[in-house]
Every structure is written in C-alpha cells, then in structure tokens.
C-alpha cells in the first residue's frame, strides 16, 4: 500500500515506521526521488523511467543495502 501527499509524493506506508525510506513522484516521463526524513528540504534526483526500473529491482534485490554505511 502507497499514501500519497498533496504534493504528488508517495512512499510505502509499511515504511514509515523507520525512517529510513525513500519517496518518489511523477513527473512527466521521468520520476523523482528523495529522502523522506529531509521532506522539501530534500535532494530531488531526477531519473528516466529505465534508470528507475534499473534502481528498483536493484534495491529489490538487496544490490544497495551496502551503501552510505
């Protein structure tokens, strides 16, 4: 399940207990992400809707769970 903010943004709701989460958002034919804990304050990065896919299955599988740490 997705809630989704005034704004567009969405994030899984099975996420927001941690905080550690992403959102992301429409916008035209490119979606954007950002950094739930930093809101508007975050860094939008903007990606293609085939960078996207590439990121989310990458993520899926586990592929970035080694990243910022």
């Known amino acids: 399940m997705m809630t989704a903010s005034n704004d567009g943004w969405i994030k899984a709701t099975a996420s927001s207990g941690g905080g550690d989460c992403v959102e992301m ?38 592929e970035l769970d080694h990243l910022g740490r």
């Open 25 to 62: 958002r429409a916008a035209h034919d490119r979606i954007q992400v950002r950094d739930s804990k930093l809101g508007s304050g975050s860094p939008i990065h903007t990606l293609t809707l085939s960078s996207f896919a590439v990121w989310l299955k990458s993520a899926k599988n586990g």
